[in-house]
């Protein structure tokens, strides 16, 4: 019988599909394909991503959690989670440090603050917690000290504040020297990322073209909550 070569050549094309000696421009469908993948979608637990099966609980999770995650998102956030839980000691702090562009303040990052505050999380935000006449920077530095974790929220915007050495580098920069980052790539691309910041998009993160911001929030909110046990 002959075998699919989907593996080798894959049938994201026409010819690709009919070159294949198993499905010969039948129309058939390959585990391989965009075609296969969102029938998939559709069925089973958890949602499907071109990369991996969000079917995995975390061990942090709540047992009536609903929540979902790839095995590469257990991988990233599960050093993230143990240094939470290292600083669950350290008294008033903040969950969340934000750091975002300056352009983004109005739309997504006010977006994915107000979800986080909806479950429970408190978040260090630059447009409640940076008073008028106050240095930013000193502000910025005071906000990273006191809070458990820090997320970058990866925007066009960012992005391009990174290339031209705004504030959202000196934020990044900060962040980078600690082991407690989680980037939320969103309307962009960790390929992007990388062409300005290697190190930041070397790190694995949470996407927002994979599943929506609610659910990012979601898994956000379940890595900072510390048991009384921690805490």
Do not use: Q
């Amino acid at each position: 019988m002959a075998r699919c070569t989907a593996p080798n050549r894959g049938h994201r094309t026409a010819s690709g599909r009919a070159n294949c000696p198993a499905c010969g421009g039948r129309g058939g469908y390959s585990p391989y394909s965009p075609t296969y993948s969102s029938y998939r979608g559709n069925y089973g637990g958890g949602s499907y991503s071109g990369r991996s099966t969000r079917n995995k609980k975390a061990s942090w999770s709540s047992p009536t959690s609903s929540v979902y995650y790839t095995s590469a998102e257990i991988r990233t956030l599960t050093p993230v989670r143990e240094n939470v839980e290292k600083r669950a000691i350290i008294p008033d702090l903040r969950d969340i440090f934000l750091c975002h562009a300056w352009d983004d303040r109005k739309e997504s990052a006010n977006e994915l603050h107000d979800l986080l505050e909806e479950n429970g999380v408190s978040v260090w935000f630059s447009e409640k917690d940076v008073l008028l006449g106050s240095s930013l920077l000193r502000e910025i530095d005071k906000g990273l000290a006191n809070s458990r974790v820090g997320i970058v929220l990866v925007t066009p915007n960012f992005i391009n504040r990174v290339r031209n050495e705004g504030i959202a580098d000196k934020e990044l920069s900060a962040l980078l020297a600690r082991d407690l980052l989680v980037p939320i790539v969103h309307n962009t691309t960790f390929e992007k990322l990388r062409e300005v910041s290697p190190l930041l998009g070397s790190r694995s993160g949470l996407d927002t073209n994979e599943e929506p911001m609610k659910n990012v929030a979601l898994k956000l909110a379940e890595l900072v909550k510390v048991e009384e046990e921690f805490a």
